[in-house]
């Protein structure tokens, strides 16, 4: 099946640093990415939806200045926490649209990235 | 209205039974598809099923059946004889219409435990 990576899969930053997260869709190419996030026994929230070659598109409340996406190709997709506070602490996961072969053009999702902010 | 609904916050299964997790599903598209994913406390989400709106027959996937009604707006998902490595969250979730660049709207999810 495809395989969607992030890198790193878990970061500790200072509060007010930045921190950038990888996306990568290693066996196939993907036009779409999706971010999430979720936070501990909760669903995944949606942040934005991002794609290769034009600006992002973001979900009502996600702060674009503070989450900034970029989708420079068809395998890499990148989120960049910037001035990261404690409260941005979270799980962040991205997921790649793919089709499985079984007509169901499932999301492939990434192992995912744990962020401390201290 | 929230497109995803999943009532059971929690659910236990003794190994080797049968589970049900619930799912109802809010649309009014003609065209959509219903997912389940399992998230082990490691956090990746795996892809376990599909059903299409217009599949008439359930899904099945091994141990894994969903059990769509379309009438109700439903899509649960049965897992038969239950193992330990089972006991994860799970979520359903919805695409509407084709195409992998459509959101997923999920669930909160159901917390599931398998005992031994």
């Known amino acids: 099946g495809a395989v969607v990576s992030q890198h790193p899969s878990w970061v500790i930053c200072k509060s007010g640093t930045s921190v950038k997260i990888e996306c990568r869709s290693l066996d196939f190419q993907a036009t779409t990415m999706f971010w999430y996030r979720q936070f501990p026994k909760q669903s995944l929230m949606l942040m934005a939806t991002s794609n290769e070659g034009s600006k992002a598109t973001y979900e009502q409340g996600v702060e674009k200045d503070k989450f900034l996406i970029n989708h420079a190709s068809l395998t890499l997709s990148t989120l960049t926490v910037t001035s990261a506070h404690p409260e941005d602490s979270s799980f962040y996961i991205c997921?790649?649209?793919?089709?499985?072969?079984?007509?169901?053009?499932?999301?492939?999702f990434g192992p995912g990235t744990r962020l401390t902010v201290t | 209205a929230q497109k995803i609904t999943q009532t059971q916050p929690g659910m236990f299964v003794q190994e080797k039974e049968a589970v049900t997790l619930d799912c109802t599903y809010d649309?009014?598209?003609?065209?959509?598809?219903l997912f389940w994913y399992k998230q082990p406390s490691s956090g990746e989400m795996i892809f376990l099923i599909y059903q299409g709106s217009y599949d008439e027959q359930n899904a099945t996937e091994g141990r894994y059946s969903l059990n769509f009604q379309k009438a109700r707006k439903s899509a649960n998902l049965v897992i038969s004889a239950s193992q330990l490595g089972d006991s994860a969250m799970y979520f359903c979730a919805m695409r509407e219409g084709y195409g992998t660049g459509n959101q997923f709207y999920f669930g909160t999810g159901t917390s599931l435990t398998v005992i031994p």
């Open positions: 649309t009014s598209d003609q065209s959509y598809g």
């Open positions: 997921s790649a649209g793919g089709t499985s072969g079984r007509g169901g053009d499932e999301q492939y």
